[in-house]
């Protein structure tokens, strides 16, 4: 299974941008899906993750900003960013679990496949 991540880019504050990863190899339809980021300094954080039913979860911090979603036709997952804020600033990575039937999960270490990471730069 392979991940790519894209959509990134330079945005002003308040705006938004839609990341886009598609997979090769395997679809998402059954399995987990998240989102995660990584800014300058610092470690990897959750951003947002999704069941293979569509249940999702999120970071505290972009509810109501953000939204999780898949197309399973085209093997893409997505990530709708609204409302940024130059702390959503960072490199993000897709991920997806191997395990059939997965719930939704903030943990790195529940997902076996990662996206290279887009880059997102939001300018204040």
């Known amino acids: 299974v392979q991940l790519q991540a894209s959509g990134g880019g330079l945005v002003q504050a308040g705006g938004s941008l839609r990341l886009s990863c598609a997979a090769s190899g395997r679809t998402f339809s059954l399995f987990a899906t998240a989102w995660f980021r990584q800014a300058p300094g610092k470690e990897r954080d959750f951003v947002a993750s999704?069941?293979?039913?569509?249940?999702?979860i999120y970071k505290e911090s972009v509810k109501g900003r953000f939204t999780i979603s898949r197309d399973d036709a085209k093997r893409t997952l997505y990530l709708e960013m609204n409302s940024l804020k130059p702390e959503d600033t960072a490199v993000y990575y897709c991920a997806t679990g191997s395990r059939r039937f997965g719930t939704s999960s903030s943990k790195g270490g529940d997902y076996d496949y990662w996206g290279q990471g887009t880059l997102v730069t939001v300018s204040s």
């Open positions: 999704s069941s293979w039913t569509g249940t999702s």
